[in-house]
């Protein structure tokens, strides 16, 4: 009896008791035991983790706030460093985070100051350059497009228009693939044109002033951009993305009225219409997405050209 006890045991093992890493807590990092298979994954290493990792959000705006002596690394937050209890230190870059956390598995303090414990291999980011002038809160939208798709962006009041085109491609999700132009917007239609060397501020004297913008000569996508706010003295690195809603349009996909007619044909799961706007858009085209991160991210990227 004791020996077939012992053998469905010992089968019970041998198939399904191959352990697997169990990888690191979400919130502290700290190494998670091993798991027999079949068993769920677990993400935090505690309750304290779990609560923690509840409560504590990275805002958007949120700066990397290491310092070794007295610069600051000021590069775009996506974690943070905290005690035990769950109560932020830190907001931290990817890079320092991983220090923090090596150097407190190592049994070493770790806080905002960890210019005593960082090799010389660590390169610090630069952070954006500081707006001096007042800066403008735009509202780019497409203009003949349903649903609506647009973006609202904060830029430099003193970005030429050559910059607000970069930040308009990045914003909006477009390729950089065509032509473009500024210019006055009326009847929804540019009339003239303006130079790219022309500052915002020589374009829109106030709130509720509008601009035009048109990419694409083919497809004709026209932007009205509309002045919403003028900030004497913005405190964030620029320029940034405050908010926005659906995926920019696939580049070639025929204008607005091409557009529509690519979402109908995805609207409708089957037939020739939705494999012909499959092969416009792409498998993996959501027109619902919008990542005000990943937008923010490249921005910081394209802050040191698109700032004066």
Known sequence: MLGTIQQGQAGREGTGGVAEDGGRCAHCGT??????????????????????????????????????????????ADGRWHDTRGVVIAWTCAAHRELAGSLARAGLPAGRRLDRWLPASIAWHPAPPAVTGPAFTLTVRL?????PVWRQVQVPAASTLAGLH???????????????????????????????????????????????????????????????????????????????????????????????AALKGLRARKGWAYRMARDTCGPRFDPESFDKTEINHQLAALAPAATP
């Open 166 to 260: 970069e930040v308009i491609q990045v914003a909006m999700g477009w390729a950089g693939m065509h032509l473009w132009k500024f210019g006055p917007l009326l009847s929804g239609e540019l009339r003239g044109d303006y130079d790219p060397a022309v500052t915002l501020d020589g374009c829109l004297a106030g709130p509720g002033d509008v601009l035009g913008y048109v990419y694409d000569f083919g497809d004709l996508w026209v932007h009205r951009i509309t002045l919403d706010k003028v900030i004497a003295r913005p405190r964030v690195p620029l320029p940034r993305c405050l908010a926005g809603r659906r995926a920019c349009p696939p580049e070639d996909c025929g204008g607005p009225w091409g557009y529509e």
């Open 31 to 76: 190494p998670l035991p091993s798991r027999a298979g079949g068993g769920r994954r677990r993400q935090y290493c505690g309750a304290t983790c779990r609560s923690a990792a509840r409560r504590v959000r990275t805002p958007p705006s949120a700066r990397c706030s290491v310092r070794a002596g007295a610069a600051r690394c000021g590069a775009a």
């Open 143 to 147: 203009d003949e497009v349903h649903p």
